[in-house]
Nanobody, 115 residues
Framework: QVQLVESGGGLVQPGGSLRLSCAVSGIAFSMYTMGWYRQAPGNQRELVARILTTGYTVYTDSVKGRFTISRDNAKNTVYLQMSSLKPEDTAIYYC?????????WGQGTQVTVSS
């Protein structure tokens, strides 16, 4: 049974930081591309960042220089370090594990950036 469990969301003031974690079980973690997506109310789910099995990273333009994705294959965990947060970063953040035609999602964690 595949499980992706996100944690670390919450309420933070503009300019603040949060670190999201996604603990993964039930798959060969090191063989999967891991990603963080987000969905704000009324919007489609969008890619935030992705890290390949090689460690290569991709970011959407709006988070470049502010967010960092990383993975720990020994802990089967992927992280998203978010800094200089803005109100427009408010969304539910989802963890994704992808390989070939396999797509696996977590339940999401709420991030709210507000003063």
């Amino acid at each position: 049974q595949v499980q992706l469990v996100e944690s670390g969301g919450g309420l933070v003031q503009p300019g603040g930081s949060l670190r999201l974690s996604c603990a993964v079980s039930g798959i060969a973690f090191s063989m999967y591309t891991m990603g963080w997506y987000r969905q704000a109310p009324g919007n489609q789910r969008e890619l935030v960042a992705r890290i390949l099995t090689t460690g290569y990273t991709v970011y959407t333009d709006s988070v470049k220089g502010r967010f960092t994705i990383s993975r720990d294959n020994a802990k089967n965990t992927v992280y998203l370090q978010m800094s200089s947060l803005k109100p427009e970063d408010t969304a539910i953040y989802y963890c994704n594990a992808a390989r070939l035609t396999s797509q696996n999602w977590g339940q999401g964690t709420q991030v709210t950036v507000s003063s």
